[in-house]
């Protein structure tokens, strides 16, 4: 998929949910809900900065699907509010 088709997906999203990567970037930039979860890379320097629209989840283990998901479900709670 090229990066512009990635973007067209992710703009007609409600919640995107990624590892860090571009995808979570354009979710930033596209001001799309997003739930990124980081393994070992800084996720102070490469989280998005905007802690109401996205969250950040450090599992480098693949162990928190739990945490991911619940984190999911608030930002969709949050957005059917507004």
Same mark, same amino acid.
């Given at each position: 998929?090229?990066? @512009?088709?990635?973007?067209?997906?992710?703009?007609?999203?409600?919640? =995107?949910?990624?590892?860090?990567?571009?995808?979570?970037h354009l979710?930033?930039?596209?001001?799309?809900?997003?739930?990124?979860?980081? @393994?070992?890379?800084?996720?102070?320097?490469?989280?998005?900065?905007?802690?109401?629209?996205?969250?950040?989840?450090?599992?480098?283990? @693949?162990?928190?699907?739990? =945490?991911? =998901?619940?984190?999911?479900?608030?930002?969709?709670?949050?957005?059917?509010?507004?």
């Open positions: 998929v090229s990066i @512009g088709a990635m973007a067209a997906l992710i703009a007609g999203a409600s919640l =995107l949910v990624c590892n860090d990567t571009a995808a979570s979710a930033d930039a596209l001001r799309v809900p997003s739930v990124v979860v980081f @393994g070992h890379s800084d996720m102070g320097r490469w989280r998005p900065r905007d802690s109401l629209r996205h969250r950040s989840v450090r599992d480098p283990d @693949g162990q928190q699907a739990s =945490l991911v =998901l619940g984190e999911a479900r608030d930002l969709l709670r949050v957005a059917a509010r507004h």
